[in-house]
């Protein structure tokens, strides 16, 4: 199955501690996007990333948050001393390379389910 | 701000009883929307891209179609593993020079047998 990997699939952490979410994209694909979804609300932007750069960070908070996408790895997404809000499940999708003008669809993976004690 | 409105909420059907659920959205420059599924404690899965005012996409029993103001996902006869929810999603280019989607909270779909 060559889709859209996410580990760990599900994550608890107690408060203050630092949770790690890992992406692996899509074979051939290049460009990265993490969302965030809570019960009852729908997917929420946070970064837009490609190989070694942040293209679009809007949706992310500004503390504790960060993102990366290394040359080599997967993506990952970090967020530090977290808080109980911070639950939620945390999505990466993916899209292949994006010509201006044309429209890319954006293929999912299963989630990680965070949890804040 | 872009807004992606879907309706109804929360939708419940008896088997092989057809409907359609709403998509409406404002947005400026439209360049896709997206229909996805998405089952409890499952990543979206793509269903459907349309590009224009006119345009229709079958797969299954589902039909998408595409107007200037809202999209609309027709279901034909469903089944019990058809329930889900249904996300819509638009594209649109943003200054950043890259096209962001925004995405609608969803129809939660019951099939009942």
């Known amino acids: 199955n060559a889709g859209v990997m996410q580990n760990p699939r599900h994550l608890v952490r107690r408060r203050g501690q630092e949770a790690r979410l890992r992406c692996s994209p899509m074979?051939?694909?290049?460009?990265v996007y993490w969302y965030r979804q809570l019960p009852e609300e729908g997917l929420k932007f946070m970064v837009y990333?490609?190989?070694?750069?942040?293209?679009?960070e809007s949706g992310m908070p500004k503390e504790r948050f960060s993102a990366e996408f290394p040359k080599e790895g997967p993506s990952i997404l970090r967020i530090q001393q977290v808080v109980r809000g911070d639950s939620a499940a945390y999505f990466c999708?993916?899209?292949?390379?994006?010509?201006?003008?044309?429209?890319?669809?954006?293929?999912f993976g299963p989630g990680t389910r965070l949890t804040v004690l | 701000e872009d807004q992606v409105t879907q309706s109804p909420e929360a939708l419940r059907l008896q088997e092989g009883e057809s409907s359609s659920l709403n998509c409406s959205y404002t947005?400026?420059?439209?360049?896709?929307l997206f229909w996805y599924r998405q089952d409890p404690g499952k990543g979206p899965e793509f269903l459907f891209t349309?590009?224009?005012a006119g345009e229709e996409k079958e797969k299954e029993r589902l039909k998408a179609t595409l107007t200037k103001k809202e999209s609309f996902l027709h279901i034909t006869a469903p089944k019990p593993e058809d329930s889900a929810t249904y996300l819509c999603?638009?594209?649109?280019?943003?200054?950043?020079?890259?096209?962001?989607?925004?995405f609608g909270i969803g129809t939660k779909l019951q099939v009942i047998p």
């Open positions: 999708a993916s899209s292949p390379r994006i010509t201006r003008g044309t429209v890319d669809t954006q293929y």
């Open positions: 074979k051939g694909h290049s460009h």
């Open positions: 990333l490609q190989k070694e750069n942040i293209i679009d």
């Open positions: 947005v400026s420059g439209l360049r896709g």
């Open positions: 349309l590009y224009s």
């Open positions: 999603a638009v594209q649109n280019p943003n200054s950043g020079g890259y096209q962001k989607v925004t």
